[in-house]
């Protein structure tokens, strides 16, 4: 699973990197949480929990149903 996720990250970094952030994974559990690092502008951005449940989560979410969660880390 962690490979279909890094996938699924690689099409949505582009937009992040348009922006001076980007995301990096850390982590996936085996019950299906996602753990990744928020960098560049993302890191300290007030809007980052946004980004990270209704931009990444939602989108992995619909790309690999098998993730539950994302967690910043």
């Not at 949480?33 to 951005?45: E, F, H, I, S």
């Amino acid at each position: 699973m962690r490979d279909l996720v890094e996938a699924a990250l690689n099409q949505i970094r582009p937009t992040l990197q348009k922006d001076g952030g980007d995301v990096l994974l850390v982590d996936v559990t085996d019950q299906g949480v996602v753990k990744v690092k928020l960098t560049g502008a993302c890191r300290g951005c007030q809007m980052s929990d946004v980004t990270l449940k209704q931009g990444i989560e939602k989108f992995l979410r619909s790309e690999v149903p098998e993730v539950t969660a994302v967690e910043a880390v």
